[in-house]
């Protein structure tokens, strides 16, 4: 008998969701990973972060075992003592301070697993805080407040539907490089290159030429932060050049006239100017896009991260709609996932839409969305003394203080905290603070679905995954980590039982899905539950999830495909989906209407010629967490400025010397490299850097550390209305670290 077998699991590291197929061999080692060809969405494609899935499970620094801080260092401690530990910390502080004395900051890896997406809110809503963060923040909040106010819930975001499109235009998204995000389609390179053969167009707005500029056939330079003003451009277009068509979706959308109305301000030869694209090329893009047999309208990152992102993301989905491309094949479409998805919950039409701003951060008065409050305002909680001042952090898969603006005032308030706890797998930047640190297993040694994502891909489809290999039974499985610690802060102590928790939690999820329209209305909670997975934990909830989805699929037929499930290309759902209080497609919600006079006096204002900071993504990296996997840190610095050449000469900067760079919120010094890839006056960091710092247990990144460019990025800058942090058009200064005479000086001294 031969001693390897093969396994096949979804990658859990990018919103790609790419199929892997795993050689394992004796003694559960993985031998080989590669692109699994008969995955229903991937069909074998594969990154370099795919493979480095070994590296990261046999990675000797990640996390096997509690830590607990004594005498100021982090010591391995039993799973028994760490929960002591947090039980004697904890709840006497929330006794003295209150519930909001804790803050909760709920990182990006979370989104990728079912133990921290469904029981992270277990956790959250025993601390009883309102001091609620996430990367949301600083990543796609505006979109969701966009999305929401739109069509009704936080995740009813129009996907391009690259597969049949013949016109894709994309705005601050790079996914050649990030694979994809608000847009779950692996293999971008080929799916684009199919737009192109096809006889379609791809065209990218982007401050950088980036790699997915190079395999478009157009590339637009757009100046920071200036996209809404390029989309007014674009949809005023439309409107003056009597373009617009919304097609059968007009039937079902309010506000038209105040969106044309709202356009007239912004004909392309006003806003051309500010956004760096002369107004002709602009009309021309508006004509394309309305001329197209069918056209989606991408916007990500660098148009949400930014000072008018809320603005960007809505004005995406306007154009989509003005042009009649909203809900057509080959335009914008909302995927119909198979389970959790809100806007296939309940009845069609029928919702309550979203509210904002139901209650505001303590120092700064920033809303809340979605329950949460911008990770910008997270810093001035701790430490701005007070009433409801924050003592107690809680991190789960967070690094803010790398991946949030102004990290040395972050990180400076944590060193202040009273107690901090993390649930991570890494001793980082951040989580070197921690007091007590419990780890989640590898990645491949837990169940697998992507809930979240499976909500914006380019086609329906449905993969679960058991674990690849065994699961290491001296690390809990993390659902049951967040349970004991649900636990401790809803007052039942470390030794609460925890499966009798997770029975509560599970008849809580029957409870809402025979309570509401679908297929398991009206029946008995206890008969559900009783033909639910009898494993428990994450399983039992997905398979509840799956059965009071729109497919009529079990846990049970998900695990007999293991190359996942094709539920087929999307297709039209409007009205059907739309969750609105009026069931309609709001194209002029109030709070976005009232944000456009800010837009208004930006095209007032003058540029005052400085430079501008913009962040890159790079294919061998994720966020700030797997730089201590060799395979993606070898080779060349990559931690650097990119400058263009003119710029360049004119402050005296080299290619390869360093750079110090300034801001109102920080100083830092980065290698340069010189090149036009980058718009002139624009200057580029990537993010997730800065590893050598004291306490960091990653001796490879370590190695390789980099510098934290959001020691630059400014908390006080942000997009208004959904409080989310600017990243991208950050005013900076730079010069030489090593001051150069000017050329030909030199011999005059
Ligand atoms: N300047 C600038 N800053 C940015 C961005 C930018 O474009 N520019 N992008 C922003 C975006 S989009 C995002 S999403 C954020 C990301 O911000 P964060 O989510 O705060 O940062 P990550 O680097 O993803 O850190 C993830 C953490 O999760 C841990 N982890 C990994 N897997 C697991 C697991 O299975 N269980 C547990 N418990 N922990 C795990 C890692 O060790 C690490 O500590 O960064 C943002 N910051
Ligand atoms: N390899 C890799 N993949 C990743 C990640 C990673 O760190 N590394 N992170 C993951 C995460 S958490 C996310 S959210 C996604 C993000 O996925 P993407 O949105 O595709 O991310 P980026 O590659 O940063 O692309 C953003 C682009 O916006 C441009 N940009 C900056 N400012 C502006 C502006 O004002 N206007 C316009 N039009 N463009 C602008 C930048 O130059 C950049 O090319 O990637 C995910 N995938
Ligand atoms: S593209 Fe994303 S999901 Fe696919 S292998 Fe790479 S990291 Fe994993
Ligand atoms: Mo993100």
Not at 122 to 137: D, E, H, P, R, W
């Amino acid at each position: 008998m031969s001693a390897t077998r093969t396994a096949y699991a979804t990658c859990p590291l990018c919103e790609a969701t790419c199929g892997l197929e795993f050689e394992i061999g004796e003694g559960e080692r993985v031998l080989r990973i590669r692109g699994d060809a008969d995955d229903a969405l991937s069909h074998g494609f594969v990154c370099p972060k795919g493979a480095s899935l070994k590296p990261l499970h046999e990675d000797p620094d990640r996390l096997r075992t509690p830590l607990v801080r004594r005498n100021g260092r982090l010591e391995e401690a039993t799973w028994d003592e760490a929960f002591a530990e947090v039980e004697r910390r904890l709840p006497p502080l929330l006794e003295e301070h209150g519930r909001d004395a804790v803050a909760v900051y709920i990182g990006n890896p979370a989104a990728h697993n079912l133990a921290t997406l469904l029981y992270g809110r277990v956790l959250i809503k025993a601390l009883g805080t309102k001091n609620i963060y996430s990367a949301s923040t600083v990543d796609q909040m505006p979109k969701q407040i966009s999305a929401g106010l739109m069509f009704g819930t936080i995740l009813s975001v129009p996907v391009p539907d690259v597969d049949r499109t013949d016109h894709l235009m994309i705005l601050g998204a790079n996914p050649l490089q990030s694979n994809g995000s608000l847009l779950t389609a692996p293999d971008m390179r080929g799916r684009i290159r199919r737009i192109r053969e096809r006889g379609g167009k791809v065209v990218v707005i982007d401050p950088r030429r980036t790699r997915t500029a190079e395999h478009a056939d157009e590339h637009h330079f757009v100046r920071p932060g200036t996209d809404a003003l390029l989309l007014f451009g674009l949809v005023h277009t439309i409107f003056d050049e009597r373009l617009d068509d919304p097609g059968p979706v007009g039937d079902h959308v309010d506000g038209l006239d105040v969106v044309r109305e709202l356009a007239r301000d912004f004909a392309p030869e006003r806003v051309a100017d500010a956004c760096g694209i002369e107004a002709p090329e602009i009309r021309r893009m508006a004509r394309e896009l309305a001329a197209a047999s069918s056209a989606g309208v991408y916007g990500r990152i660098g148009t949400c991260t930014q000072e008018f992102g809320t603005l960007a993301s809505w004005l995406v989905d306007v154009l989509n709609v003005v042009t009649g491309n909203l809900d057509r094949p080959g335009g914008a479409m909302f995927p119909r996932a198979a389970a959790g998805q809100p806007n296939s919950l309940g009845a069609p039409r029928r919702g309550r839409g979203v509210k904002l701003g139901r209650w505001t951060s303590r120092v700064r008065g920033l809303p809340e969305a979605y329950g949460e409050l911008p990770v910008v305002c997270l810093a001035e909680e701790i430490d701005t003394p007070g009433e409801g001042q924050v003592r107690a952090l809680v991190t789960v898969a967070g690094n803010p203080t790398v991946s949030t603006p102004n990290a040395a005032r972050l990180t400076r308030a944590i060193e202040g905290l009273d107690f901090m706890l993390s649930v991570d797998v890494y001793v980082n930047e951040t989580t070197r603070h921690a007091d007590v640190v419990l780890p989640g297993p590898s990645p491949l040694q837990r169940p697998h679905y992507d809930l979240a994502l499976y909500q914006l891909a380019v086609r329906n489809v449905a993969n679960y995954s058991p674990p690849v290999i065994e699961p290491d039974p001296d690390i809990p499985p993390e659902w049951r980590t967040l349970l004991r610690l649900a636990g401790i802060a809803a007052g039942q102590g470390a030794e609460a039982d925890v499966d009798a928790l997770d029975d509560l939690v599970a008849a809580e999820a029957v409870r809402r899905g025979v309570g509401r329209p679908g297929p398991l209305e009206g029946r008995d909670p206890g008969e559900v539950l009783a033909e639910l997975d009898g494993r428990g934990g994450p399983e039992r909830l997905l398979d509840a999830a799956l059965r009071a989805g729109p497919y009529d699929l079990t846990l049970a037929d998900l695990e007999a495909a293991p190359h996942g499930i094709d539920l087929g290309p999307l297709e039209p759902r409007i009205p059907e989906v739309l969750r609105t209080a009026s069931g309609r497609i709001e194209l002029a919600p109030e709070p976005i209407v009232a944000d456009v006079e800010r837009l208004k006096a930006a095209l007032q204002r003058g540029r005052n010629g400085g430079m501008v900071l913009v962040g890159r993504r790079q294919l061998r990296s994720n966020n700030s967490w797997m730089h201590n996997l060799e395979p993606l840190v070898r080779g060349k610095e990559r931690c650097t400025v990119h400058v263009h050449p003119d710029d360049a000469a004119r402050l005296g900067l080299v290619d390869g010397e360093p750079a110090r760079v300034r801001s109102r919120a920080g100083e830092v010094e980065v290698p340069v490299e010189v090149t036009d890839a980058v718009m002139p006056g624009v200057i580029s960091i990537p993010h997730g850097w800065g590893h050598d710092v004291n306490g960091v247990r990653m001796e490879v990144a370590s190695a390789h550390a980099g510098t934290n460019s959001n020691l630059l990025a400014d908390e006080t800058l942000v997009d208004a209305l959904s409080g989310n942090a600017v990243l991208n058009g950050i005013p900076v200064e730079l010069e030489p670290v090593v001051a150069r005479e000017p050329a030909g000086a030199g011999a005059a001294a």
